[in-house]
């Protein structure tokens, strides 16, 4: 279960702090002024949670490109490669 602490309880109490995050895996909610600003929680979980959130985007992106591959299905590549040398003509002058 989460733990929340203060930035200036945090500060007198780090070691203990630090060794239920490291031992127990007790992440911690740190506080500023009763705002949440940061949380202080195991590395395996850190890594865990990169994972998930690399799986979350590259999702993202896959639904994205599968959108713009059937917005795109009729379009003709003779067409794409015209608009491509038009484009490059107009930024090179």
Known sequence: MQRIIGVT??????RR????????GVPYIL????RPEA?????????RYQEWHERVTLGRFDRLV??????NAAVDESE???DVAAARTEGAG
């Open 31 to 34: 506080t500023r002024g009763s």
């Open 17 to 24: 702090v630090f060794e239920q995050v490291v031992s127990e």
């Open 9 to 14: 309880e945090l500060q007198r109490g780090f």
């Open 39 to 47: 949380v202080l929680l195991a590395y395996q979980d850190y890594l």
């Open 66 to 71: 599968e959108r713009l591959s059937a917005q």
């Open 80 to 82: 794409i490669e015209a």
